[in-house]
């Protein structure tokens, strides 16, 4: 069929149970020879959807939820999950999601500079994973579950300590970060400079663990020093934290 040049929409159709999004390019012929091809992906549109209430019963909203693979449960490593945030009234919908078995819940995995932390609970309601809903979906299912309720939040804490170097003097110019405790290379703060007198400060949580690393590069030396503390765990109790900064030995 020979088609006028102008500019045209493109829109592709794909078969029931399949996402419609991202299935429109528009397209512009110059001449009536002109051709063009556009080439198009589509996925599964699995969906699972919920509510989120808090302790008291309200919705709990601006919660992240997750969508973990059922078999991923308990393993380490840098588990894979989807994210979606709920809405004023505690709805969430995760869309696209391919085939497959998933379990779904509140703080699976740590986050970047999360506010707000509960403990780990998996749908309907639970932090022991063998009683978790697993939700099995083929090609383009959709699955609305029953509301989940959410433990109160982990207390949070003002965690302050100081950087320095061997001799007790402070390392403004250092740089300090938080890691997960469990899993030491994922990096769940991010990295601050100390004050000038070497002090910081990070929101943590009650009953995470977490690992203080700090690092410094001398440039008199041309070599990079550096101090760790931890793996600890948040509680009501603890104290400032030091950092010496040394040569790795």
């Given at each position: 069929?020979?088609?006028?040049?102008?500019?045209?929409?493109?829109?592709?159709?794909?078969?029931?149970?399949f996402?419609t999004?991202?299935?429109?390019?528009?397209?512009?012929?110059?001449?009536?020879r002109?051709?063009?091809?556009?080439?198009?992906?589509?996925?599964?549109?699995?969906?699972?959807?919920?509510?989120?209430?808090?302790s008291?019963?309200?919705?709990?909203?601006?919660?992240?939820?997750?969508?973990?693979?059922?078999?991923?449960?308990?393993?380490?490593?840098?588990?894979?999950?989807l994210?979606?945030?709920?809405?004023?009234?505690?709805?969430?919908?995760?869309?696209?999601v391919?085939?497959?078995?998933?379990?779904?819940?509140?703080?699976?995995?740590?986050?970047m500079?999360?506010?707000?932390?509960?403990?780990?609970?998996?749908?309907?309601?639970?932090?022991?994973?063998?009683?978790?809903?697993?939700?099995?979906?083929?090609?383009?299912?959709?699955?609305?579950?029953?509301?989940?309720?959410?433990?109160p939040?982990?207390?949070?804490?003002?965690?302050?300590?100081?950087?320095?170097?061997?001799?007790?003097?402070?390392a403004?110019?250092?740089?300090?970060?938080?890691?997960?405790?469990?899993?030491?290379?994922?990096?769940?703060?991010?990295g601050?400079?100390?004050?000038?007198?070497g002090?910081?400060?990070?929101?943590?949580?009650?009953?995470?663990?977490?690992?203080?690393?700090?690092?410094?590069?001398?440039?008199?030396?041309?070599?990079?020093?550096?101090?760790?503390?931890?793996?600890?765990?948040?509680?009501?109790?603890?104290g400032?934290?030091?950092?010496?900064?040394?040569?790795?030995?």
């Amino acid at each position: 069929m020979k088609v006028p040049p102008g500019r045209y929409e493109v829109t592709a159709l794909p078969p029931t149970g399949f996402s419609t999004r991202y299935l429109r390019r528009t397209i512009e012929l110059r001449d009536a020879r002109a051709c063009f091809v556009a080439d198009f992906s589509v996925r599964f549109d699995g969906r699972i959807k919920g509510v989120v209430r808090q302790s008291s019963g309200e919705p709990a909203e601006r919660v992240a939820v997750e969508v973990m693979a059922a078999d991923a449960v308990g393993k380490a490593g840098n588990i894979q999950t989807l994210r979606a945030s709920t809405d004023a009234g505690g709805s969430f919908e995760f869309v696209e999601v391919p085939p497959g078995r998933y379990v779904v819940g509140v703080d699976l995995t740590p986050r970047m500079n999360a506010d707000v932390i509960f403990p780990t609970t998996f749908h309907p309601g639970t932090m022991d994973a063998t009683l978790a809903t697993v939700v099995q979906l083929d090609g383009g299912q959709q699955r609305e579950l029953e509301p989940m309720t959410l433990p109160p939040a982990r207390r949070s804490y003002r965690l302050t300590g100081r950087v320095v170097f061997e001799d007790g003097s402070p390392a403004p110019g250092a740089f300090i970060s938080l890691a997960d405790g469990g899993a030491t290379w994922r990096q769940v703060a991010a990295g601050i400079k100390p004050e000038s007198d070497g002090t910081f400060s990070f929101v943590v949580h009650e009953g995470r663990s977490y690992l203080a690393r700090a690092s410094y590069w001398d440039e008199a030396q041309r070599k990079q020093i550096g101090g760790a503390v931890g793996p600890f765990v948040v509680t009501g109790e603890m104290g400032p934290l030091k950092v010496v900064l040394s040569e790795a030995r």
